[in-house]
């Protein structure tokens, strides 16, 4: 199966550019046949708006990533120039604006995530990072105007949905700025179809009037054919936007969203959601996810199609080591055995419930397990923690305890920085080693 079936299959083609036979004299192949026919060059653009990229960008980024994979030539687009203005899609109001400042920090902190997706150095088709601030920033207003300018009609702007829509809000219009917003990424299109042979822009849904006009320039001004392909917008079943929880945002960035909540936010996929997910989102063959599809129908209890997409976007995400860590650290606190934690699990959990320190001197003395439980608010009270204790739980590193005099020491630290405790099945608390 080559690149589009595949992509077909997944349920990732939103659109593409067709052509009729009176539309290309030169006979330029459709898009399906030109994949198969040679390597294509490819990019897709991602807005530094933020010093993180979150899921929602995962679609289009995992696209580049499964073209790799099929012999083409990615390109990741950092839009240093494109996103100080900002694109009015799927936007209701005006964005607000970033400093330079923002925009380069923004910029560098996002180049890391797009290379954890693409392959740098593979021989044949590796993968380039680019920005396009280096090509916007040379370009003066009046030659950007009489080069680029003189190739859109207004007409032809004002058409595209999201500029129609914000034009008839009378309050929140759209101002000049991001209504040109249309020509800059049009001219990256041309740019990197003029510097590195570029035929094809893929993006979401909502950028298919973008990814029209470059292909548009790049045929007006380099007699070209230039092709687009969108990927659909990432829905849930319950209504809720995707990437999105009680606690915010889903970012890529382990500093902004911990491992352990990335890989929660899969695990925790609506069982409507989970084998669309598996599709869209991993480089499973589709062998696996078929058979996956097949067990969650039979049994969906079991959640072999979570645990499977929260293993393999972890593991793409944030490495093998980190998502062994989350996994190990979610199965401690639903109850599992702490007897084979290793030290990264345990700096998950002292992340990620409530806890205390406790001095090396109340360790040398032992620290009586009821001021324990008060000190980590397990337990309200040292009354209350004695009658926890008496009806059983309580436990010390996954061991009930049932001796009130019982004490913490030393010899309870797990890997030398810690103790876990619990109160029932699903109330933890980490008391730490200072």
Known sequence: MDIFQDIEWRGLLSDYTRFAESDHADKAPQLPDLLKQKPVTLYCGFDPTADSLHVGSLVPLIALRRFQLAGHHPIAVAGGATGS????????????????????ANVEAIKPQLSRLLDFEVAGNPARLVDNADWFRPISFIDFLRDVGKYFTVNQMVAKESVRARMEDREAGISYTEFSYMLLQAYDFYHLADKFDCQLQIGGSDQWGNITAGSDLVRKKLGRQAYGLTLPLI?????????????????????????????????????????????????????????????????????????????????????DVACRSAEQASAILFGGSVEDITPETFHVLRDEVPGAEISQEQLVNGLP??????????????????????AGGIYVN?????????????????????????????????????
Not at 285 to 314: D, F, V
Not at 369 to 390: F, H, M, N, W, Y
Not at 404 to 423: F, N, Q, W, Y
Request: net charge positive.
């Open 235 to 319: 829905t849930k079943a319950d209504g809720t936007k995707f990437g999105k929880t009680e606690s915010g945002t889903i970012w890529l960035d382990a500093k902004r969203t911990s491992v352990y909540k990335f890989y929660q936010f899969w695990i925790n996929t609506d069982d409507r959601d989970v084998v669309r997910y598996l599709k869209y989102f991993t480089l499973l063959p589709h062998e696996q996810i078929s058979a996956l599809e097949a067990a969650h129908t039979a049994n969906p209890g079991q959640r072999e199609g979570h645990k499977a997409l929260a293993h393999e976007m972890t593991t793409l995400l944030h490495g």
């Open 85 to 104: 203005i900002g694109d009015p899609s799927g936007k209701t109001a005006e964005r607000q604006l970033l400093t330079a400042d923002q925009i380069r």
């Open 398 to 434: 996954g061991n009930r305890c049932a001796d009130i005099t019982r004490s913490i020491t030393a010899a309870d630290l797990l890997h030398g920085e810690g103790v876990l405790l619990r109160k029932g099945k699903r109330a933890y608390a980490v008391l730490v080693a200072s």
């Open 369 to 390: 397990i009821v001021e324990a439980l008060v000190a980590t608010s397990l337990s309200p009270s040292k009354g209350q923690a004695r009658k926890d204790i008496e």
